[in-house]
């Protein structure tokens, strides 16, 4: 089969299970709605039945929510791999997650009251933060970066961050409050948030998008990527700046979800090969896919209690972390 149309394939399969996993969502949760429920909503809605109201303002919202910070974590753990050359490389084992979500815990302590685009630039510069830590402590030693050290750090600087968080949590009493944002969850997900910052996803995936060229080349030596006329630090300052941003904003709106870009990118490759043009639109979907079906697990395994969704995902991808580290314990 010719390599286009078999991509052109997965991408249709992949857009069909996010369709039937988005209808599903919409339809099962702690209470089952019938399909002319969910169809009178989106075509002859009645703000006056309580169905079709849950269905527009809670559920909807949280569904297209979940789609697109599974979309912004699977891309930001793609960019993670393909800059350091680290296959378990992810913005939340790398700590990154973990420095947005302290920044977070200081705006609910010190101001409750702040409005959600000043935490989410709040959750940005924690993550920007944190990633400069562990890319300063990865990059003392002269030789390149071991992915040992790399992960090592990630997983420091995520304790260290925690550690404080918790801290504080437990001081000014919001441990209550902050546990939904250590589990993650798309519940509290909302229309007003999603305008604010579902636009600057779409932006950050485009902008990754229009990349793909560029980061093929990471995956040759620097002095090839300098022979052909290009900058390799300005491609991984670009790449970091936009896992920062996507990252950021994830966390400010489901919590410090980890494993997503730990997972999606590996399987994408594993679907169309390691071309980042086909790569990246195809992580963007799989990583959709996976977030919308762990809220969709995490609302109906026990109804009407909500398990959080962080752990479905987690309970996937510390055995793939585990695999990993053992395929590639020749290199770390």
Not at 127 to 147: E, H
Not at 224 to 252: E, F
């Amino acid at each position: 089969m010719n390599r286009r149309v078999k991509f052109s394939l997965q991408v249709i399969v992949g857009l069909v299970i996010l369709a039937m996993l988005l209808l599903l969502s919409v339809r099962y949760g702690a209470n089952q709605n019938s399909d002319a429920t969910v169809f009178n909503s989106f075509f002859h809605y009645d703000s006056s039945n309580v169905d079709q109201r849950i269905i527009r303002d809670i559920r909807l919202p949280r569904v297209i929510g979940a789609m697109l910070i599974g979309a912004a974590l699977a891309v930001s753990g793609g960019l993670m791999q393909s800059v350091t050359k680290n296959p378990m490389a992810d913005s939340g084992l790398l700590g990154i997650n973990a420095g947005a979500a302290f920044m977070l815990t200081l705006c609910f302590t010190f101001f409750p009251k702040m409005s959600t685009l000043n935490t989410t630039v709040f959750s940005v510069i924690g993550a920007g933060i944190a990633a400069s830590l562990v890319f300063s402590i990865s990059s003392m030693k002269k030789s390149q970066m071991s992915p040992t050290i790399l992960v090592l750090s990630g997983m420091a600087i995520s304790a260290f961050f925690t550690a404080i968080s918790e801290g504080i949590a437990l001081v000014a009493h919001l441990k209550q409050d902050l546990a939904f944002w250590h589990f993650g969850g798309v519940s509290a997900v909302s229309w007003a948030q999603l305008y604010r910052l579902g636009p600057w996803i779409i932006i950050g995936l485009i902008a990754v998008m229009f990349m793909a060229s560029n980061l093929n080349l990471l995956t040759l030596s620097d002095d090839t990527i300098k022979s052909l006329g290009k900058n390799t630090m300005a491609i991984r300052l670009i790449s970091l700046i936009c896992v920062v941003v996507l990252s950021g904003i994830s966390v400010s709106l489901v919590g410090a979800v980890a494993f997503v870009g730990l997972i999606i990118p590996h399987i994408a490759k594993f679907l169309v090969g390691t071309n980042n043009k086909k790569v990246i639109p195809m992580t963007i979907i799989l990583g959709a896919d996976l977030t919308v079906l762990a809220d969709l697990i995490a609302r109906t395994i026990n109804p009407p209690n909500e398990t959080p969704f962080g752990i479905i995902i987690s309970l996937v991808g510390v055995p793939f972390f585990i695999y990993l580290a053992r395929k590639d314990s020749s290199q770390i």
